[in-house]
């Protein structure tokens, strides 16, 4: 067996029908580059551009989302505070709109029609039948332009177990609820909610029997994924420079630390009676949504994929969150009729959900690069939802924030407020540019945003 396999920039360890993709070791042994292209960004040695996408449902209470400065001097509002850490690493983008997620004629059905356009800034057909029709979605456009320069295009992550067919929303499909990447016009995404799934993806290799022979294998004997190529590991750590072999380290205790958390969940969902979660899921919703988090770093930070969404909640959702004080349902919620105790609750909602993002991107923040940089700074990561307050099913004004700095090509630390009604697709081109996958058009864009760089 080949010890050391090399995709561009990237040492893979083999062993049993697991494959563990490296971060960026500059004294790995090259073996070989795939491509012209490939051989090209390892000779530069620059790290890699990531694009993600994390979508929050029933919009935000914008009140304590928008900033009232513009520019760089703009103090972050309460829901935005917890962002404070990477607060140079943010831009607040004000004014965005889907008008797509409108009506225009097809009545009721926003929130399931938010979910649909967000990415796609397309009209979904509404139909609760096999017809179902949106668009191709942003994410899926950029991976199938550069995605074969990683081992997965794209991965596309939730903690909502969704449907493809039936009704979910005055008329509209249960595709469109629980789906914001799509292949095709006719074709989602749908995401992987299970923490370990996700992760048996990312590090195991070979067909489906394989993949599944070697996960029951490893459970079996309680194994770590790393057990199985730990003598390649030992073999490439000594032929690494004193750097490499910390930053080596260092990676290998991070996935072993995600493996004990999945496995803490395993045996969490094992004991409690009648419980239908998919095996491997955190029985609470902060410790699933840290987990897939951390997924998406460890695939970032490997070069495994390049581009990713993540479904925090899908739209509508109605998830009461008890462990900060809120007992009813979320969507619920939303339709406060402005009374103070329901917005001021989904409020707290709102600052939760900012709470955990803001914890990965910390954590992306101090995850350092080949050229020093930080992984938040190779990174353009979209947060926020195609609705902007649940009791009025507006599509203007959206909460939208673009955390990173793109590669050196974002501006952040800004507050931008663009005129009302500029399409959200505008972005989506930007960014297309920036990942090299470039769009005449997309979706009802009307050009390129301005103000990023």
């Known amino acids: 067996m080949n010890l050391f396999q090399q995709q561009p920039r ?3 360890l083999r062993g049993l029908g697991t494959s563990i993709a490296l971060p960026f070791l500059a004294s790995a042994p090259a073996v070989r580059a795939l491509g012209a292209a490939g051989a090209q960004a390892a000779a530069s040695g620059k790290p890699p551009l990531r694009m993600a996408f994390v979508y929050i449902p029933n919009g935000a209470m914008m009140k304590h989302w928008t900033p009232k400065q513009t520019g760089d001097d703009f103090e972050l509002p309460r829901i935005l505070q ?22 225009n004629g097809d009545g009721a059905g926003d929130h399931a029609r938010a979910s ?12 609760q039948g096999a017809d ?39 008329g509209y499909s249960c595709a469109y609820s629980f789906n914001v990447s799509w292949r095709s016009a006719s074709t989602p995404m749908p995401p992987e909610v299970d923490p370990k799934l996700a992760f048996d993806r990312l590090f195991t290799s070979g067909d489906a029997d394989e993949v599944a022979e070697v996960r029951a294998r490893r459970q079996a004997r309680r194994a770590s994924v790393l057990d199985f190529v730990l003598d390649d590991a030992k073999r490439l750590h000594g032929r690494l420079g004193r750097n490499d072999q910390h930053k080596l380290d260092e990676y290998m205790s991070a996935v072993r630390d995600v493996e004990r958390r999945i496995a803490s969940a395993d045996r969490v969902s094992a004991e409690l009676p009648d419980h239908t979660r ?35 909640s899908h739209d509508g959702s109605n998830r009461p969150y008890p462990n900060i004080g809120v007992r009813e349902g979320h969507h619920d919620l939303s339709h406060h009729e402005s009374q103070a105790d329901k917005m001021e609750k989904i409020a707290k909602i709102n600052v ?48 939208v924030l673009l955390a ?12 931008v407020r663009y005129a009302k009604n500029t399409p959200m697709a505008n972005l989506f081109l930007s960014m297309l540019d920036r990942m090299g996958a470039p769009a005449e058009r997309f979706g009802d864009s009307t050009g390129r945003l301005d103000q990023l760089s």
């Not at 140079?88 to 008008?99: E, K, M, P």
């Not at 990173?404 to 507050?415: A, F, L, M, Q, Y």
């Open 132 to 170: 179902i029709r949106v668009g191709v979605s942003v994410d899926q456009w950029a991976a199938q332009k550069v995605g074969n320069h990683t081992r997965f295009p794209s991965l596309e992550l939730g903690t909502d177990r969704g449907q493809l067919s039936g009704q979910c929303d005055s």
């Open 352 to 399: 939760f959900h900012m709470q955990l993002f803001a914890a990965w991107l910390k954590q992306l923040q101090e995850t350092r690069e080949s050229d020093g940089g930080s992984l938040l700074d190779h990174s353009m990561i979209v947060y926020g939802s195609a609705i902007e307050d649940g009791m009025s099913h507006a599509h203007h004004d959206l909460p």
């Open 116 to 127: 649909a356009t967000f990415l796609t800034g397309c009209q979904a057909r509404k139909t």
């Open 404 to 415: 990173g700095r793109g590669g050196g090509t974002i501006k952040s630390g800004r507050h």
């Open 278 to 312: 998919p095996e491997g899921v955190p029985a609470e919703f902060a410790d699933h949504v840290k987990l897939m988090f951390e997924i998406l770093t460890l695939a970032f930070r490997t070069d495994s994929t390049r581009i990713a969404s993540f479904v925090m």
């Open 82 to 103: 917890p962002l404070a850490p990477v607060r140079d690493r943010l831009t607040v983008l004000s004014g965005l709109a889907h008008d797509k997620a409108r009506p």
């Open 10 to 12: 990237r040492t893979f």
